[in-house]
């Protein structure tokens, strides 16, 4: 599709973390399958729920010793990833980290990451900051499952297709989606894995 008007600023880094450490990630994912739940939609008013007509996925929040590595690695990429959110009012506040199994049919309708609205600061701080770190067997077992971001006049969008060991990051205001992921046999190994991360000011 052709663009036009602006996109919001976003950073993609190949190779992010290593063939050993990704592997063990999706290892670790992989061998954890009893332990992932449907995903939820967070709401302003602080309660989930499971709505799959809109998100449609699986997920762990215990990423094991994994997820401290991540969360380091993370904080050392922040002057790298300044540009994206601009000034803060205040320094960020937390991190959280989950882990998303996307199988077949999976999907997330197109929607925003940051909190809005009454009591929103009152919760854990704004997300400022939005990160996606691909995960996958290789060859590659399913297709779809882009993640798409439209522009600021809602005439274009852009894609990025889920490549293992990727991550992309961009501001938790941006307009975004993961379009529906296919997986023929439907095995919960070949799925479309991604650990989502937020950064709170």
């Avoid at 999907?107 to 996606?132: N, P, W």
């Avoid at 809602?154 to 894609?159: E, I, K, P, V, Y």
């Avoid at 297709?161 to 307009?175: K, M, Q, R």
Wanted: net charge neutral; hydrophobic share 35%; with cysteine.
């Amino acid at each position: 599709m052709q663009t036009a008007g602006r996109f919001a600023p976003r950073q993609s880094i190949p190779g992010w973390l290593g063939e050993q450490k990704s592997g063990e990630i999706l290892a670790y994912a992989i061998a954890n399958q009893a332990r992932f739940a449907p995903s939820t939609i967070e709401r302003n008013d602080g309660t989930s729920t499971v709505d799959r007509s809109l998100r449609d996925s699986q997920k762990l929040l215990d990423l094991g010793g994994h997820g401290e590595f991540i969360a380091d690695r993370i904080i050392d990429l922040m002057p790298r990833l300044g540009p994206l959110i601009g000034p803060l009012d205040r320094p960020i506040q937390g991190l959280t980290l989950e882990l998303v199994a996307h199988g077949d049919g999976a999907h997330f309708k197109r929607h925003e990451d940051t909190y809005t609205g009454a009591g929103a600061d009152q919760r854990r701080g704004r997300r400022r900051l939005s990160l996606v770190y691909y995960l996958n067997q290789r060859p590659k077992r399913f297709s779809g499952g882009v993640l798409r971001f439209y522009n600021d006049d809602d005439t274009a969008w852009q894609d990025v297709i889920p490549d293992h060991d990727l991550l992309v990051c961009f501001p938790a205001w941006t307009s975004h989606s993961v379009e529906p992921v296919q997986v023929p046999g439907g095995a919960f190994a070949h799925s479309r894995f991604a650990i989502n991360g937020w950064l709170y000011d």
